[in-house]
């Protein structure tokens, strides 16, 4: 039976205008393909922190986005995730075109983030170091195209087009790249006459890009920008040595292994070559755990204890673990001391700004008990260590331990580099071990890989496998381990007596086919999809390897599973 037709139903003339709905609920009128950044000018006027870019129906869109129906329209600018990476890119394009026009011929080469402030250290090929005064040259070319507000604009050409343009300009690990892609196409940005691929959106003019520096160092130069916490300030640049001669170390490695661009390792797949990359790589992670493990062995019995921090994904455990039988070889008994056992209990835990208890922040451990302890370890004493229970909130009584000479004591975890830790010990006795991804391959010269998107991948591989958390709830966390990182390791990186750089080259050719299925499973209406999207979309620059060519040994298996050390008690 067909029901009656309601009344307020009636033919219509198709509609001319659409609507965009802000998140204040006000509703925008404005003519059908207007572009998402003229509806946010109409709203907004002049922001005091300009947008980046919007997000339109839970997808991230660029300001020039045409509007061809009604949508929700959330604004972004650089204090957000999407909105800093987009500014960081926009400037890293700026840079390059004024480069190409005050040193026509130079090639520069982004190679990774700094450390200590915010901004991309670069280095440039094909003549010496920039000077103070060149770079001023070229930072004050990159202010005269701010100031003219110059267009970004986009184009969609072949993949055989985009290819030519690169080899056209020498830039051959950019055409590398393109012809192992399996899209027919892609869009190439333009400023002035540059025309150029950086993966990922652009803002659509100059006129934002009004926060950075250009600084020389002895082997480059870093292009600085805000921190995404304070989009408008410049921090102040420290230096970061023993960092920096972990990122050396690691551009020796990729030298060694031939492999300089995600390119270069698709070739090395296609060639059959992965298996032989994979050896040598985790060879080179070998000979550094027994470096340190050397280093700790050549005090004959002076340290004691070895801390071992790094951020969320570093490795952190099969680390621990290859470390304690690198000192097995050298005469020295590990023993692992849990941090998480000194807890304080959780009605005295410190509350956060949001008065949620904060595990994360060092007044969480009983720090009186955890040095009495190590002190007591340490004089050869009998020592009763404590029990967390995590489900009761309380400290139970654990095992009795003697130690003997011959023990060094190994605790991992978030604060092991910071001095409070380790206050009342002697400090010939302390050993601090910095653990982290602090590499990785980069697409090619300009399109650099966040060490922190690898974490990421890393994380969401492996609490689906371990933890029983899907790839959505592993991204919407992700913020919140980011900024306890801030607060309570990366500001203790420096007093690390030895960095560990725990990347390997292969590993998201290797990570891909078990990330891709769990970030395909986050829904379209879920806030996680734009960042789900994003990852997938950067993941397909690698192609697969097969779990097979990873050892059972490696630090790649704590997040694909399989490793040795699962089944082992050091």
Not at 476 to 496: L, M, P, T, Y
Not at 547 to 563: T, Y
Request: overall charge neutral; charged content about 25%; glycine content about 6%.
């Amino acid at each position: 039976m067909v029901s009656e037709t309601p009344a307020d139903i009636r033919p219509a003339e198709p509609r001319t205008h659409v609507q965009a709905t802000l998140p204040d609920g006000r509703v925008f009128d404005a003519p059908l393909g207007t572009a998402v950044g003229g509806v946010l000018g109409a709203a907004f006027g002049q922001p005091a922190r300009p947008f980046m870019a919007a997000i339109v129906d839970g997808r991230l869109r660029e300001l020039t986005f045409p509007l061809t129906g009604d949508a929700a329209v959330t604004p972004l600018d650089a204090a957000t995730a999407d909105g800093v990476r987009i500014y960081r890119r926009s400037l890293a394009f700026l840079m390059l075109v004024a480069f190409d026009e005050v040193f026509p011929g130079c090639e520069i080469f982004i190679e990774h983030s700094a450390t200590t402030a915010a901004g991309y250290y670069c280095e440039v090929r094909g003549r010496g170091h920039f000077t103070k005064e060149e770079l001023r040259l070229v930072e004050r070319r990159m202010r005269a195209i701010v100031a003219e507000d110059a267009p970004i604009t986009r184009e969609r050409v072949s993949r055989e087009e985009a290819i030519a343009v690169y080899e056209s300009r020498g830039e051959f690990d950019k055409a590398r790249l393109l012809a192992h892609r399996d899209r027919d196409s892609l869009t190439l940005y333009r400023l002035h006459e540059r025309r150029d691929y950086l993966q990922g959106y652009m803002v659509p003019s100059t006129r934002c890009l009004t926060h950075f520096a250009l600084h020389a160092l002895p082997t480059g130069f870093m292009l600085q920008f805000p921190h995404q916490r304070q989009p408008s300030e410049m921090a102040p640049l420290t230096p970061y040595p023993k960092l920096f001669a972990v990122f050396e170390q690691a551009s020796d490695w990729l030298d060694r292994l031939g492999i300089r661009s995600a390119g270069a390792l698709n070739d090395a797949l296609t060639a059959d070559r992965i298996r032989e990359v994979s050896l040598v790589a985790e060879a080179l992670h070998e000979a550094g755990i027994a470096r340190i493990a050397s280093r700790i062995a050549e005090t004959r019995g002076r340290m004691r204890v070895v801390f071992i921090a790094g951020p969320s994904s570093s490795g952190k455990t099969t680390f621990s673990k290859r470390l304690a039988v690198q000192l097995l070889a050298n005469g020295i008994r590990p023993m692992p001391l849990g941090l998480d056992d000194y807890f304080v209990d959780r009605d005295l835990t410190p509350r956060d700004e949001n008065g949620e208890f904060d595990y994360e922040t060092i007044r969480a451990l009983d720090l009186d008990l955890f040095g009495e302890h190590l002190r007591s370890l340490i004089g050869g004493r009998p020592t009763s260590l404590p029990h967390y229970n995590f489900l009761t909130g309380r400290r139970e009584a654990g095992q009795t331990v003697t130690l003997g000479s011959d023990h060094v004591i190994i605790v991992e975890g978030i604060h092991g580099l910071n001095p409070l830790l380790a206050q009342r010990l002697p400090a010939e006795t302390v050993f601090r071990v910095y653990v982290s991804a602090l590499t990785q391959l980069n697409l090619d010269r300009h399109n650099r890989v966040a060490t922190s998107d690898c974490r990421l991948i890393r994380r969401v591989v492996r609490d689906a496998a371990t933890r029983g958390y899907n790839a959505a709830a592993t991204l919407k966390r992700w913020d919140s381990v980011v900024r306890g990182e801030k607060h309570h390791i990366f500001c203790f990186q420096e007093n690390a007596d030895a960095v560990f750089n725990s990347a390997l080259v292969h590993e998201l050719a290797v990570l891909r086919p078990f990330a891709e299925p769990l970030l395909l499973q986050v829904r379209p209406d879920a806030p996680e999809f734009v960042e789900s999207n994003r990852l997938l979309s950067f993941l397909t620059w690698f192609r697969p390897a097969q779990p097979e060519i990873v050892p059972d040994n490696s630090i790649l298996r704590e997040f694909i599973g399989g490793s040795i050390f699962a089944r082992l008690r050091l």
